[in-house]
Structures are given as C-alpha cells and as structure tokens.
C-alpha cells in the first residue's frame, strides 16, 4: 500500500490530468496576479534578512499551499478517484472505448474492397477521385481530436463519446443513401470528423485509470481496436460489397455504432478527475469545495470558445516547437502513410495479379491484422518489462527514454516487411507472399507505435495536445499517400516504390531514436514544453533567504 501511494503521487506530480499543464507553481490555490507578486516579493528581498512581514507572507502561502495538498492527498486514497478504481472497472471502461474506438477507423476502410464498385455506381473515372472516397475520412479524422479533447474537459469524457458516436452512426447512414459522388464526399468528411472524438477520449482515458508503469497493456488493447479495426473492415466489408451492395457497408458501420452505444452507455463511467471530483462536491453540498475543484479545471480562468481555440492551435505549436514531437509524429504519420497506400491498392493488386473477388480479395487484408494482433501480445508484455527493468537498474526512477528500446525494434522490422511485399509482389510470386510481407510490415508498425505513444505521453506538459498533434499528422499522410500512390507505383513498379518507402522509413526510424535515447533527457530540459517531465529537487516554503530563493526559481518554471 506505502508503495502504491507513492507510485500515484509520484504520478500527480508530473501528470495530474490529461492535458492540464503538469507543473503550475509551486505555491497551489494562488492566482497568476499573487503569484507574480510573490515572485517579485521574493526576488527582490532574496538578500536581505528575514523580517516578520516576509515570514508572515511566507508562512500564508505556506498554508495555503496545505490546504490544497491535503485535499490533493485526500484525492490520492479517494475510492471514487478512477486510478483506484477496482480493476475488473478500469478494464471495463479501456475495452469500452478501444470498441468506440474500433467503430470509426473501421468506418475509414470498410469500403476499400468495394472501390470498384464506388466508381461504377458513381459513374467515377478518375482514380484520384476513387481513392478521395476512401482517404477523405482521415483528413477530418486527425481535426476531430483538436475539438473533442477539449469539449471532453469541460464537459466530461462520457457524453462527449456518446454524442460522437451516435453522430457517426448517422453520417455512415448518409453515405449508403448518397444520391451522388459530392454527398458521398461530404458525409465521410463529417463521419471522419465525429469518429476522431474516440481518439481523443482514448488519449486521455488510460492516464486517467492507469500510472505511468501500468499503462503498457492497456496501451496496447486500445491501439489495437484502433489499428486492427482498418484490418477488420475491408475482410468483411469485401464480403458485403460482394453479396449485397456497397451501400450495406455503410449500414452495417451505423449497426455497429449503435451497438457500441448500447453497451456503452449504461455501463461507461466518467474517468476525467476533475469532473469526478467536481460532482462529488456537488454531491456533498459544498459550495467552497466545488469552487476549489473548479479552480483547478485547465478552462477555469479562459472563456469556453478561447479555450476550443487555444487547442486547436496548440497541437500545431508542439509540432514545431519540439524537435521530439516532430520526429516522431513525422515518423508515425510515414508509417500510416504506407499503411493506408496498401489499403488503397490491395484491391485492384490481388484482382489483376492472382484473379481475387471482391469478398476473397478483403481477406488479403489478414495479413496486416495478424501482425497488429501479434505484436499487441509481444509489445505490451516487452515495453512493460522493459521499462520495469531499466527504471530498477536506475534506481527505481522511470525515465521517457526508457520506451525507445522497443521502439528500435519495430523501426528495424518495418522496412523488412515493406521490402519483403515489394519485391514479392513485384515478382508476382505466390500471392501468400505479400502478404506474409505485410504481416511483418504490421508487426513492425505496432511494436513501434506503441512506446513512441507512451513516450509522447510521458514527455509532454500537454499529454492530450502532443497525442493529438502526432493524431493530425498521421491522418494527414494517410489522406495523402493514396492520392499520389498508385501513381507512383506505377511509374517506379511494387519493388521500385516499396524499396523507397523502405529507405525512408530505415532514415526517419533508426537514427533519430538513438540519439533521443541518450540525449532525450537533455533535450527536455531544455524546452519548456516537456522541461516538466524531468524531475527536479522538492521545494519547501520557509522564511530563510536560501529556500526563498529556490521557491521564486520554482515560480519562473511556470510554462507560458
């Protein structure tokens, strides 16, 4: 029990809740008004003995600083606090999601067997435009996140999911009864918009139930509905194009969205803290307590729609001003971009070169789910071990850089697998084979996507922003890779092509995560976006000059 406390406030301290910043001040309860004063107060008094006005300034601050630890402290052991829910609830609310999850990234290539069929119901002639279909869903994919994340803290995680799925349901209605190729258009962008809700709660549920060393499976449960969903989708979605329509696609994902609300609405439960902590004030009739609560809340001092913008634009400023975000989110993004190229060409590849039908060319797809599914069961065991055993042999203090490790390894096998598809299917060897290329490709994928996740998290003040930037980035490749692909698989052949994505992703996914691995922590020290997440000397509040001083260093650290 001593050890499992220690583990959650070890977590407060650096993650208090999703995306709220992870250092304020050192002097909690303060406004930003006091908190200049105090600093200016301090600075300019740092050299002089100590006088009873300064120790009674001190001394309230200290007390003030009481108040709000205890009832922080309180919280820790609070049983309504989701980190101590039982585990049997935590597991039940992360499978509720990765389902809401699963629901709409499915939705993003169900429809891929099918395509054909788009462009002959459509009467569509130019590839682009059949591949815009398809890809159009993630481009409002990566916005959906930068609005839902922060409509998920002010208003809760719960009825934002529900709401957003009943929504894409809806839309995935408008698709099967789209009299032409413009409304078509129009109802993915607006599903792909709904769907990215799931994204952005997923970013923040599992810091809401789990630490930092317990997040590893359940990581991975989660990132697989989302990655094995696109996998899922074109298996049956070729069969139901086949038998019966490519309309009863998109009937079949609002079915499967209602399903996802009928389980989770009576049974998902808010997970964000400060709205559990918020009603539970609320409960007790306790005005000052709600108040306290409220303070707390990362749009408390902002208006609503000031705060909406200050999120959208946040995710944009981490990617360039954090080299880290920006590598990696250019990282993974390459690698959907590969991902979504195959989805796209898969089809029209196993039809001309091996005779596929529609329904038998979606099984092709297999091979990138039995990658995900395999590497869900190695990495979620790995990473966790992993990061167990490098944080005991630095003496029990986890580290960021702790997740590279296993990063390394899946950005070793993904280039593997891309050359092994490339060449197999150049050389239009058994059809068996591509696809055993694109089952390492996805084994890769997974292992590497997962830790980067985790390491982003970590890292970042804003955990829910940096999730959400590398979120934007991804779904952006994705939308793109299909438009120029096929293009360029035709001028430069399946071997030519896929051997340069192989060389770029050998560039982009082995060097740089070496270099973060022994210089990460230097780089975070030095940004004030991720300085948080290196841990620095307690400070304590006395009257004496020295402590003064290192309180009014503690203050400056507050990020802007």
Not at 1 to 28: F, G, K, V, Y
Not at 172 to 190: D, H
Not at 407 to 423: K, Q, R, S
Request: proline share 6%; aromatic share 12%.
């Amino acid at each position: 029990m001593p050890e499992h406390s220690a583990q959650m406030s070890q977590h407060n301290q650096t993650t208090p809740w999703p995306d709220s910043p992870r250092t304020t001040t050192s002097i909690s309860g303060f406004s930003d008004t006091d908190t200049e004063k105090l600093k200016m107060k301090l600075t300019s008094t740092s050299s002089m003995p100590p006088t009873p006005d300064r120790v009674n300034f001190v001394t309230a601050a200290g007390k003030l600083e009481g108040t709000t630890e205890d009832m922080d402290k309180d919280w820790e052991v609070d049983l309504e606090n989701p980190r101590n829910w039982p585990a049997g609830k935590k597991w039940t609310v992360t499978i509720i999601g990765s389902l809401h999850a699963f629901c709409p990234i499915m939705a993003s290539t169900m429809m891929a067997p099918g395509l054909p069929d788009v462009a002959i119901k459509y009467g569509i002639t130019n590839p682009t435009v059949v591949a815009l279909t398809l890809s159009i869903f993630l481009l409002s994919y990566g916005v959906g996140p930068l609005v839902f994340g922060p409509l998920s803290e002010i208003y809760g995680r719960t009825w934002v999911l529900h709401i957003s799925n009943i929504c894409t349901a809806a839309f995935n209605l408008g698709c099967a009864f789209s009299p032409n190729t413009g409304s078509l258009v129009a109802f993915r962008l607006l599903s792909g918009f709904t769907g990215g809700a799931s994204l952005a709660i997923g970013g923040g549920l599992l810091p809401d139930l789990f630490a930092e060393a317990d997040r590893g499976a359940p990581m991975a449960v989660f990132m697989l509905g989302m990655l094995i969903g696109p996998v899922v989708g074109p298996v049956t979605g070729g069969f139901i194009a086949q038998e019966v329509g490519i309309k009863w696609v998109f009937i079949a994902l609002a079915c499967l969205c209602g399903f996802a609300s009928l389980i989770g609405i009576p049974l998902f439960r808010e997970t964000y803290a400060p709205i559990v902590r918020l009603r539970k004030a609320t409960r007790s009739n306790d005005p000052e307590a709600a108040k306290k609560v409220y303070a707390s809340f990362p749009h408390a001092n902002e208006h609503m729609l000031g705060y909406l913008l200050l999120n959208l634009i946040r995710p944009v400023n981490l990617l360039f001003r954090s080299m880290i975000c920006f590598m990696f989110s250019l990282y993974l993004a390459f690698q959907f971009g590969i991902y979504y190229l195959m989805f796209s060409t898969f089809a029209d590849f196993f039809s001309r070169t091996y005779g596929f039908s529609v329904g038998i060319g979606g099984l092709a797809y297999l091979g990138l789910g039995i990658g995900f599914a395999s590497a869900t069961m190695f990495g979620a065991k790995f990473v966790d071990r992993t990061y167990a055993h490098l944080s005991s042999k630095n003496g029990g203090v986890g580290k960021p850089e702790m997740r590279i490790p296993c990063a390394l390894v899946g950005a070793v096998i993904i280039p593997v697998g891309v050359f092994w598809y490339g060449w197999s299917a150049q050389a239009k060897l058994h059809w068996i084979m591509p696809i055993i290329g694109s089952a390492i490709f996805g084994f890769g994928m997974m292992t590497t996507y997962l830790p980067i996740q985790l390491y982003l998290v970590d890292t970042f003040t804003y955990a829910a922003s940096a999730t959400a930037a590398f979120s934007l980035f991804r779904s952006w490749l994705g939308f793109a890779f299909p438009l120029f692909g096929t293009q360029m698989l035709d001028a430069m052949g399946q071997g030519g092509g896929n051997s340069l994505m192989a060389g770029l992703a050998i560039v982009l996914g082995i060097p740089f995560p070496i270099w973060i691995y022994f210089k990460g922590e230097e780089m975070r020290a030095r940004n004030p976006l991720t300085s948080a997440s290196v841990k620095s000397r307690p400070i304590s509040v006395a009257s004496n000059s020295t402590d003064s001083e290192a309180l009014g260093a503690s203050i400056s650290k507050k990020p802007s």
